[in-house]
């Protein structure tokens, strides 16, 4: 189980300890035992197609990937509105 918990966090660009947390959270989320808001839900009817699979990209990246992209948004957002 290891070696095959090491591949797919290879695969998607992270630590052990990140792939775990991040299919433990994902996992919680499904059950429902763990709350977030209803317009960020996957199965939420707000959302499209395409942002489901964005949301649920988002979410499968590390926290410190997930902290560059929102950076790199915000810093093109203000590029754009000056």
Known sequence: MRERIAEVA???HRS???EII????QSLIQE???????SM???SPEL?????????????LS???????????ANDV???QE
């Open 10 to 12: 290879r695969n998607h």
């Open 16 to 18: 052990m300890n990140s």
């Open 22 to 25: 991040a299919r433990l959270e």
């Open 32 to 38: 429902g035992a763990i709350d977030t808001d209803p």
């Open 41 to 43: 839900r996957l199965d």
């Open 48 to 60: 499209s197609a395409h942002e489901r699979e964005l949301l649920q990209r988002f979410r499968q």
């Open 63 to 73: 926290g410190r990937q997930q902290n560059a992209l929102l950076s790199l948004i």
């Open 78 to 80: 203000e590029s754009s």
